[in-house]
């Protein structure tokens, strides 16, 4: 396919870049304004239809074409720019699964405040036991007149401790094939019957809180919350969890990440010498470096996929494997390079970056299990794109 931008598109090229080169504060005048920044800046890039910028315009968004929101992407994440938006779950599947399956009601109650930054939607998928099998989910929501009540827990639920709502999947009805009897229904986090819990993580104080265990004691929720029809669930979280998957941006985390590491290497030493002097380690550098190419290139293949209105869940399991094994595996080789270093002595890249490496090595549960394990994106990769059988 041909990348070469078409005549609009470098128009809107030139917007989006002359936006930020007048809108966006540096890094360092982002600091010294502080958490008052973000708030301005959402409104900004609002008022822009730039969040939401995929979405349809009938439902407040921006109605960018698939290249459109490439570029946008592109110059945003070059420039450091801050997210679009600040409810990031709500714009990526909440408010998609409601513009697909979802009422006229529905839309007109959550999206704007999604677009506008107001909500702070979590996903209630995960639970004790189930692994990665989600189909096997057994939180229980029976239909009680016009209200749900709900019983059950989900777990490593992100951001609980601070959202507003919980996209849950939940199991309306036990008694047919277990992919058939789940259903999705939005939750206010604030119901009475509710309970979050924290769940530490092995990186101790250093990995901020993010996962947590959410109980369920006889929730009571509005049928009207339910997004589709009883059963549609399945359905519903496919289309989420392809989203999660999808998209090149992870590439230029990819090039940061690459970038640190090779500073880290310059002011290492192994055995007493520079460590770059070290052969194996120039190769895996260069092999890290290889492999970031080879995510940019297969990103690309997705893109085109996109454009052709293709299917590509295939493409974005093997983005999602391939990311998320090659940050786990930069990340492990910076603890290496920092040895024993304490992360907060002295002028080392461990105290430059407030240990860095230590969070993205032990937090690895958040890059690998995020969006599907490794295991059931091979599955998909094997069955979908290879032909193989399942047994």
Known sequence: MDFDLTADEKRFRDE????????????????KIGPAFFPEWWRKIREKRWVGFDWPKECGGGG????????????????????????????????????????DEQKARYLP??????????????EPGVGSDLAALACRAVLDGNEYVVNGQKTWTSMAHTGTGLYCMVR????????????????DL?????????IESFAGDHFAHLYNDVFFRDVRVPAANRVGEEGEGWEIICSALERERSGIAEVNRHHEALERLFKLAAQSRI????????????????????RIEAARLNGLRSLTRQVRDENTQSDSSINKLHNCNLLVEMAETGMELLGGASPYLGDTEASLYKGRWQIGALGWPTTVIGGGTPNVQKNIIAERMLGLPKD
């Not at 989006?16 to 966006?24: I, K, M, P, S």
């Not at 405040?113 to 995960?126: E, F, N, Q």
């Not at 309306?172 to 939750?187: A, N, R």
């Not at 604030?190 to 924290?198: A, F, K, L």
Request: charged share 25%; glycine share 10%.
């Open 172 to 187: 309306t009805d036990p008694d047919v094939p277990k992919h058939d009897g789940i259903s999705c229904l939005l939750i």
């Open 190 to 198: 604030s119901s009475p019957g509710i309970e979050v819990r924290p």
């Open 113 to 126: 405040d999604i677009l506008d930054s107001k909500s702070a939607w979590c996903t209630g998928y995960s």
């Open 16 to 31: 989006v870049r002359a936006f930020l080169a007048e809108q966006l504060p540096s890094l360092e005048e982002r600091k």
């Open 271 to 290: 055995a007493g010498r520079p460590a770059l002097e070290s052969a194996v380690l120039r190769r895996r550098l260069a092999a890290f470096d290889a």
């Open 64 to 103: 960018g074409t698939i290249m459109e929101q490439y570029v946008l992407k592109q110059e945003m994440l070059a420039a450091r720019a801050p997210g679009l938006g600040r409810d990031y779950t709500g714009l990526g599947w909440v408010g998609p699964a409601i513009i697909q399956f979802g009422n």
